[in-house]
């Protein structure tokens, strides 16, 4: 097998064994890259250079004996987390040439563990999309079916992992842009409890949702990388100094006298057949496990799209409002005034979903309309939170589809917002209530096309979602199949 | 018809916090531009803010000082508006929740006392400044001051006049300097107001419509501003006209306030919670912490003085005017045991070389000590009080102590009667004729010989002894 089709756990035996030297796995994957990218094209931008450099490094490490949890292992970064010196973009034209002077705190964490960084990956710009067909730079094509979109927002993410142009990557996940492209790409994508990663450099679309999470080829990949980016962190206020296990410990436990619930709110009109088949499965698969599975209810189901469309895009309109043109980012030059230069170089430098969304979002922060939108989805949002406090009181776990359909097709939904915010009407709940959400692959349409099974456990309770997610992917074994590229 | 002023006013006061309230940035005023800086005061993608908790404490001592009400949780909220100082596009600073609500302060209004309402202090950041070139169509922004704490009181209409609102600013300024939470540097922007002032006929309820003052940089523009605001809205009253709600500038030299038309109006800044910063809970334990460490405030501070140094009034403000000032005064009292005299000396002499070369009682070359050690040689009769004035001023000159100043001088008191007898008859032989007068009933020139004995030893003679002597000697001879 080539070394770039390897996990991070086969890789490292192989590394700490001396059969593979970090070099040349970094060359491996630059070369695997070199013959992907111009199909699938997940990356803005490649920093082989400076990755061969780390690779060197980790090298030397190796032979002294410094062998650390991502020592080598070649790693992308979704182009939303701040590095300090290789610009960031975060897939707009406003931030077409920021170059960061700070990384972001997962960038040092993974840096410190030995991380190898491949390069930054596309994604929807400002993690405002659902396909990836919103970045200033180009489409990234799903390795399933060039036909078809990667999912979104770290979609580039998504499709790296998956056209094994990465080992592994982080993405950023504000109503599903981590599990929604992982299960349209047949990869496993975690978000984790909002407070559980440090946001601090990950440029905000919407704070009170976003949160920090590892694609990889499998779920024990997953617990590796989130015992590194895992934590504490005093520069973030909303960061939670909850101690952080061992996550890998949890992956050999199974599952045997769980109560895992159905959500009855998940299995409704709009799923795609072919996806209800395979998470039945999935769940038929999880009660052989020895869980018992329940139905249970959440009741305010119904409302979380129109809560997440009222508090991301105010957050966002907020979040956004620094990129005036006036220190850093795309100014318009002909602007003949203060006011005139704000917004020729917003206009110019923000496409149309990121403009709509703010302007969602100035209007329902306006006065006179606060009470009605931001208040009452603030205050929905609490009851939607409840549910889930609810059926965890009952459930070790959920179990849902990860997605509504399988990976549509290119430009299928450009022209429809509402069709394509529907795409995630399955994963927003998850940051609604900040509990943490993973998926994993759970089989294939007829077309072959990649289906991802959605597990979710209560806060900070990351240890038993990878305990589950690790005991269903053991005996269901989708993960090993890889798009024919 | 008689109108009566209704005036609120908002006061900005920077705190003295060593770093800024959101970053590790210091707080120092004056550095090259943008040299204070960080990605987070700077709003780069990605960064997100964490309190300074000190700032809390700063903003929740002058809650106390002014009694208002802590509240058990404050929140931050974000002020959208866009501006080049603003980085982030926002403020971060308090709307729902703020800090603390419900105090007050009593100020001297006609010869009485008055109570004027606190309505809320509230934390918040301060934005940039802009530097607009003087010789080409463009601006520079600089963001040291991006981030530094600042606190906004607001206090009720509860202000009548001009007069009041600058009595009020006053007690504002001197608690906030007090408490040693804001230098009140007026022209740097340290201590900041805002009025929002309108009329209403004299004996009703309802308020009229206000305008709203800026750019008021001192004390004495508060209240040229506000007399002239005073003067335009009753003549747009008067004159059937209505007042529009806007906001005006003052212009110092002109002595006017102008209407600040156009974008500046009408804003929505849209606020809601800051998602990046979690609520702030206040238990007593920490209001207790805060309190126990709060210094003695000017008005006990005077009451005080009065009571136990026996001084005026008048005297008892002047000395407790700063803090240092009290405490400098109140050094001396404790050295000398003259509150009196220590009162004289300060606010004559010692204040009059402060103020002449403009500097702050902390750098007086006088330490207490000193001046407590002259007041002693005073009382002890080494030297007269005329003697003293020398002294002191030496003193203030060389810092040197006056037992030094008074030995080297040969300052030295004649108390010593035989020293003085011959002086006396000889100054009495020399002046025969007035010697004459005197005898003849001029009791005027009694002072004329006192003069002459005092010219003749140098103004060494004591003059208590002059005059004894003088007495028997003149008396003897009628």
């Not at chain 1, 509504?404 to 915010?421: C, N, S, V």
């Not at chain 2, 004329?448 to 003088?470: E, R, S, Y």
């Given at each position: 097998?080539?070394?770039?089709?390897?996990?991070?756990?086969?890789?490292?035996?192989?590394?700490?064994?001396?059969?593979?030297?970090?070099?040349?796995?970094?060359?491996?994957?630059?070369?695997?890259?070199?013959?992907?990218?111009?199909?699938?094209?997940?990356?803005?931008?490649?920093?082989?250079?400076?990755?061969?450099?780390?690779?060197?490094?980790?090298?030397?490490?190796?032979?002294?004996?410094?062998?650390?949890?991502?020592?080598?292992?070649?790693?992308?970064?979704?182009?939303?987390?701040?590095?300090?010196?290789?610009?960031?973009?975060?897939?707009?034209?406003?931030?077409?040439?920021?170059?960061?002077?700070?990384?972001?705190?997962?960038?040092?964490?993974?840096?410190?563990?030995?991380?190898?960084?491949?390069?930054?990956?596309?994604?929807?710009?400002?993690?405002?999309?659902?396909?990836?067909?919103?970045?200033?730079?180009?489409?990234?094509?799903?390795?399933?079916?060039?036909?078809?979109?990667?999912?979104?927002?770290?979609?580039?993410?998504?499709?790296?992992?998956?056209?094994?142009?990465?080992?592994?990557?982080?993405?950023?996940?504000?109503?599903g842009?981590i599990r929604q492209?992982a299960a349209?790409?047949?990869?496993?994508g975690l978000k984790?409890?909002?407070?559980?990663?440090?946001?601090?450099?990950?440029?905000?679309?919407?704070?009170?949702?976003?949160?920090?999470?590892?694609?990889?080829?499998?779920?024990?990949?997953?617990?590796?990388?989130?015992?590194?980016?895992?934590?504490?962190?005093?520069?973030?206020?909303?960061?939670?100094?909850?101690?952080?296990?061992?996550?890998?410990?949890?992956?050999?436990?199974?599952?045997?006298?769980?109560?895992?619930?159905?959500p009855?709110?998940y299995?409704?009109?709009?799923?795609?057949?072919?996806?209800?088949?395979?998470v039945?499965?999935a769940?038929?698969?999880?009660?052989?496990?020895?869980?018992?599975?329940?139905?249970?209810?959440?009741?305010?189901?119904?409302?979380?799209?129109?809560?997440?469309?009222?508090?991301?895009?105010?957050?966002?309109?907020?979040?956004?409002?620094?990129?005036?043109?006036?220190?850093?980012?795309?100014?318009?030059?002909?602007?003949?005034?203060?006011?005139?230069?704000?917004?020729?170089?917003?206009?110019?430098?923000?496409?149309?979903?990121?403009?709509?969304?703010?302007?969602?979002?100035?209007?329902?922060?306006?006065?006179?309309?606060?009470?009605?939108?931001?208040?009452?989805?603030?205050?929905?949002?609490?009851?939607?939170?409840?549910?889930?406090?609810?059926?965890?009181?009952?459930?070790?776990a959920l179990v849902t589809p990860t997605t509504?359909?399988?990976?549509?097709?290119?430009?299928?939904?450009?022209?429809?917002?509402?069709?394509?915010?529907?795409?995630?009407?399955l994963t927003?709940s998850t940051?609604?209530?900040?509990?943490p959400g993973i998926s994993v692959?759970c089989?294939?349409?007829?077309?072959?096309?990649?289906v991802g099974v959605q597990f979710q456990?209560?806060?900070?309770?990351?240890?038993?979602l990878?305990?589950i997610a690790?005991?269903?992917?053991?005996?269901?074994?989708?993960?090993?199949?890889?798009?024919?590229? | 018809?008689?109108?009566?002023?209704?005036?609120?006013?908002?006061?900005?006061?920077?705190?003295?916090?060593?770093?800024?309230?959101?970053?590790?940035?210091?707080?120092?005023?004056?550095?090259?531009?943008?040299?204070?800086?960080?990605?987070?005061?700077?709003?780069?993608?990605?960064?997100?803010?964490?309190?300074?908790?000190?700032?809390?404490?700063?903003?929740?001592?002058?809650?106390?000082?002014?009694?208002?009400?802590?509240?058990?949780?404050?929140?931050?909220?974000?002020?959208?508006?866009?501006?080049?100082?603003?980085?982030?596009?926002?403020?971060?600073?308090?709307?729902?929740?703020?800090?603390?609500?419900?105090?007050?302060?009593?100020?001297?209004?006609?010869?009485?006392?008055?109570?004027?309402?606190?309505?809320?202090?509230?934390?918040?950041?301060?934005?940039?400044?802009?530097?607009?070139?003087?010789?080409?169509?463009?601006?520079?922004?600089?963001?040291?001051?991006?981030?530094?704490?600042?606190?906004?009181?607001?206090?009720?209409?509860?202000?009548?006049?001009?007069?009041?609102?600058?009595?009020?600013?006053?007690?504002?300024?001197?608690?906030?300097?007090?408490?040693?939470?804001?230098?009140?540097?007026?022209?740097?922007?340290?201590?900041?107001?805002?009025?929002?002032?309108?009329?209403?006929?004299?004996?009703?309820?309802?308020?009229?419509?206000?305008?709203?003052?800026?750019?008021?940089?001192?004390?004495?523009?508060?209240?040229?501003?506000?007399?002239?605001?005073?003067?335009?809205?009753?003549?747009?009253?008067?004159?059937?006209?209505?007042?529009?709600?806007?906001?005006?500038?003052?212009?110092?030299?002109?002595?006017?306030?102008?209407?600040?038309?156009?974008?500046?109006?009408?804003?929505?800044?849209?606020?809601?919670?800051?998602?990046?910063?979690?609520?702030?809970?206040?238990?007593?334990?920490?209001?207790?912490?805060?309190?126990?460490?709060?210094?003695?405030?000017?008005?006990?501070?005077?009451?005080?003085?009065?009571?136990?140094?026996?001084?005026?009034?008048?005297?008892?403000?002047?000395?407790?005017?700063?803090?240092?000032?009290?405490?400098?005064?109140?050094?001396?009292?404790?050295?000398?045991?003259?509150?009196?005299?220590?009162?004289?000396?300060?606010?004559?002499?010692?204040?009059?070389?402060?103020?002449?070369?403009?500097?702050?009682?902390?750098?007086?070359?006088?330490?207490?000590?000193?001046?407590?050690?002259?007041?002693?040689?005073?009382?002890?009769?080494?030297?007269?009080?005329?003697?003293?004035?020398?002294?002191?001023?030496?003193?203030?000159?060389?810092?040197?102590?006056?037992?030094?100043?008074?030995?080297?001088?040969?300052?030295?008191?004649?108390?010593?009667?035989?020293?003085?007898?011959?002086?006396?008859?000889?100054?009495?032989?020399?002046?025969?004729?007035?010697?004459?007068?005197?005898?003849?009933?001029?009791?005027?020139?009694?002072?004329?010989?006192?003069?002459?004995?005092?010219?003749?030893?140098?103004?060494?003679?004591?003059?208590?002894?002059?005059?004894?002597?003088?007495?028997?000697?003149?008396?003897?001879?009628?």
């Open positions: 097998m080539e070394l770039y089709a390897l996990t991070i756990h086969e890789l490292q035996d192989r590394l700490k064994a001396g059969e593979v030297t970090a070099g040349a796995l970094a060359r491996a994957v630059f070369d695997r890259i070199r013959a992907v990218e111009p199909e699938v094209h997940a990356y803005i931008t490649l920093l082989e250079e400076p990755a061969l450099a780390q690779a060197d490094r980790a090298d030397r490490a190796i032979r002294d004996g410094d062998l650390r949890a991502l020592t080598g292992i070649p790693i992308a970064l979704k182009d939303i987390f701040c590095t300090r010196g290789f610009r960031t973009t975060c897939g707009s034209r406003i931030l077409e040439n920021f170059v960061p002077p700070y990384d972001a705190t997962v960038v040092e964490k993974l840096a410190a563990a030995g991380a190898v960084f491949t390069g930054k990956t596309n994604m929807d710009e400002f993690a405002m999309g659902s396909s990836t067909e919103t970045s200033y730079f180009g489409l990234t094509r799903n390795p399933w079916d060039l036909d078809r979109i990667p999912g979104g927002s770290s979609g580039g993410s998504a499709a790296a992992v998956a056209a094994d142009a990465c080992i592994a990557a982080l993405g950023s996940d504000t109503g842009s492209p349209l790409c047949g990869v496993v984790p409890t909002y407070g559980r990663v440090s946001r601090y450099g990950l440029v905000a679309f919407a704070s009170s949702l976003d949160q920090i999470g590892p694609f990889t080829k499998d779920v024990e990949d997953a617990a590796i990388l989130m015992n590194v980016i895992a934590g504490y962190d005093p520069r973030e206020s909303t960061s939670v100094p909850e101690d952080v296990p061992d996550y890998r410990a949890f992956l050999g436990r199974g599952i045997d006298g769980w109560t895992v619930g159905i009855k709110e299995f409704v009109a709009g799923l795609d057949p072919e996806v209800e088949r395979a039945r499965d769940i038929g698969v999880i009660e052989g496990l020895g869980a018992r599975c329940i139905e249970v209810s959440l009741p305010h189901t119904e409302h979380c799209l129109a809560v997440y469309y009222i508090v991301a895009p105010a957050e966002a309109s907020s979040n956004l409002a620094r990129y005036d043109g006036v220190r850093y980012g795309y100014r318009s030059p002909d602007g003949r005034d203060l006011m005139e230069m704000f917004k020729k170089s917003r206009s110019a430098g923000f496409g149309a979903e990121v403009k709509r969304r703010i302007m969602l979002g100035t209007y329902a922060l306006s006065s006179g309309y606060y009470d009605a939108y931001y208040k009452k989805a603030s205050q929905v949002r609490a009851l939607i939170k409840n549910d889930f406090d609810a059926a965890f009181r009952t459930c070790d509504p359909t399988p990976a549509f097709r290119i430009g299928e939904k450009t022209d429809d917002p509402l069709q394509m915010y529907l795409s995630d009407i927003i940051n609604l209530a900040g509990i692959p089989g294939y349409t007829a077309a072959g096309l990649p456990t209560a806060h900070f309770a990351e240890g038993k990878l305990q690790a005991a269903y992917e053991k005996h269901a074994n989708f993960t090993k199949r890889r798009p024919k590229l | 018809m008689e109108y009566e002023p209704v005036i609120g006013l908002e006061v900005h006061a920077q705190l003295l916090t060593d770093t800024k309230i959101f970053c590790g940035c210091t707080t120092q005023f004056g550095a090259a531009p943008n040299t204070h800086t960080c990605p987070v005061c700077l709003g780069m993608p990605g960064v997100l803010p964490v309190l300074n908790r000190k700032v809390v404490e700063f903003a929740m001592k002058m809650a106390l000082a002014t009694d208002c009400r802590i509240n058990p949780a404050c929140g931050y909220a974000r002020k959208n508006y866009f501006y080049p100082d603003l980085p982030k596009g926002y403020q971060i600073s308090q709307f729902a929740e703020p800090l603390a609500e419900f105090g007050h302060v009593d100020i001297d209004s006609n010869g009485g006392k008055k109570r004027i309402g606190i309505t809320r202090i509230h934390m918040e950041e301060d934005a940039g400044k802009l530097i607009h070139d003087e010789y080409n169509p463009w601006s520079y922004v600089d963001l040291n001051r991006t981030g530094v704490p600042l606190i906004e009181i607001v206090s009720e209409p509860d202000i009548g006049s001009a007069e009041e609102a600058v009595a009020y600013l006053k007690r504002l300024h001197e608690t906030l300097v007090y408490l040693e939470i804001c230098d009140g540097n007026m022209e740097e922007g340290s201590f900041r107001c805002d009025a929002n002032i309108s009329l209403r006929p004299k004996g009703t309820e309802a308020f009229g419509t206000r305008t709203e003052l800026k750019n008021m940089n001192s004390f004495r523009n508060v209240q040229r501003a506000l007399d002239y605001e005073i003067k335009r809205q009753q003549y747009v009253l008067e004159g059937g006209g209505e007042v529009v709600q806007e906001t005006r500038l003052w212009d110092d030299t002109a002595g006017v306030t102008h209407s600040m038309r156009g974008k500046e109006e009408a804003h929505d800044y849209r606020y809601f919670p800051d998602p990046d910063l979690v609520r702030v809970e206040v238990d007593e334990t920490w209001i207790a912490t805060v309190r126990s460490g709060l210094p003695e405030l000017p008005p006990e501070k005077r009451e005080r003085f009065l009571e136990d140094y026996g001084i005026p009034a008048y005297d008892a403000g002047v000395l407790t005017s700063s803090r240092a000032l009290a405490d400098y005064y109140e050094a001396v009292v404790r050295l000398s045991g003259e509150p009196k005299t220590a009162s004289n000396w300060v606010m004559g002499d010692v204040l009059r070389f402060l103020n002449e070369e403009k500097r702050d009682i902390r750098d007086c070359p006088i330490r207490p000590e000193a001046l407590a050690a002259m007041i002693a040689l005073i009382k002890d009769g080494t030297i007269s009080g005329k003697m003293a004035k020398d002294v002191v001023e030496e003193m203030y000159r060389t810092g040197r102590p006056p037992e030094d100043i008074v030995r080297e001088k040969g300052m030295v008191q004649i108390t010593d009667e035989g020293a003085l007898v011959p002086v006396i008859d000889e100054i009495l032989a020399r002046h025969p004729g007035q010697l004459e007068q005197y005898r003849a009933g001029k009791d005027k020139l009694f002072g004329f010989f006192v003069g002459q004995v005092m010219k003749a030893t140098q103004g060494k003679a004591n003059p208590q002894l002059i005059n004894d002597l003088l007495q028997k000697r003149l008396a003897a001879d009628r």
